[in-house]
């Protein structure tokens, strides 16, 4: 084999090497002080797949996930990630934990709330980055980054109230007590996982991985955990 060929062969091996470790790289959500950080960390491990794991905000990886930057994202309902592009992107997997949403309220104030669902007369906190049920009935939306900051803003008066799953409430009441109350019923929902199309071969892996840790009731377990935790700080992701 002569110079050029033996040159034209080693380039072929290179380019072959960067491509298939381009293909193998997994990347998935990093949801840092959700309660359930530690479920999805689990079901990772579980399901075998070492992935780097991405922080950003929840509007930029959204963003990441539709153009498959982020194949692997947790932890969501389908009401929230319904935009077209997203729809054609994402596979989901089966629920692994039920919970509720509520009204947040500011402590002490009277509230006129004969139908939870029509918030029109009210100023909602609102995450960056979120979709919300039935936010057409949102009277106006105060946008922040992050959910501890939405809460703080209803707390001081910029927003009237918000909307979250009582054990994230629960949580950031233990981490950071405001004068908050939890309201009534908003809906429930079904938190589930997502996984691009183009890595379609990990779907079954993770669900394989969730069947698993419900059954052996390690999802719950992480999760009481995590609102008994009392030492992580919110990081705002």
């Not at 309902?77 to 989901?92: F, K, S, Y």
């Not at 934990?97 to 500011?106: A, C, G, N, P, R």
């Not at 669900?207 to 609102?227: D, F, H, P, W, Y």
Request: aromatic fraction near 8%.
């Amino acid at each position: 084999m002569n110079a050029v060929l033996r040159f034209s062969a080693l380039s072929f091996l290179l380019a072959s090497a960067v491509t298939a470790n381009a293909e193998d790289r997994i990347t998935a959500s990093r949801i840092g002080d959700s309660v359930f950080r530690d479920v999805w960390h689990a079901i990772l491990e579980d399901a075998g797949i070492e992935a780097e794991l991405i922080a950003a905000p929840r509007d930029v990886r959204r963003d990441m996930f539709v153009r498959g930057e982020l194949v692997l994202d947790c932890c969501s309902v389908e009401a929230w990630r319904n935009r077209p592009d997203e729809i054609e992107a994402q596979l989901w997997t089966s629920p692994f934990f039920y919970t509720v949403d509520h009204l947040i309220l500011q402590e002490g104030r009277d509230y006129d709330l004969p139908d939870p669902d029509d918030l029109t007369a009210y100023r909602v906190g609102v995450v960056q980055g979120f979709a919300y049920k039935k936010d057409s009935h949102f009277g106006s939306t105060v946008s922040r980054v992050s959910l501890g900051e939405v809460f703080e803003a209803v707390a001081s008066g910029d927003a009237d109230l918000t909307i979250a799953n009582h054990q994230e409430f629960r949580r950031r009441q233990k981490l950071n007590p405001l004068p908050l109350v939890l309201g009534p019923e908003y809906h429930r929902l079904a938190l589930k996982a997502r996984v691009h199309r183009s890595r379609a071969d990990l779907l079954p892996r993770l669900e394989a991985a969730i069947t698993r840790l419900k059954a052996n009731g390690r999802i719950a377990t992480l999760t009481g955990v995590r609102l008994r935790d009392m030492s992580d700080k919110p990081d705002g992701q």
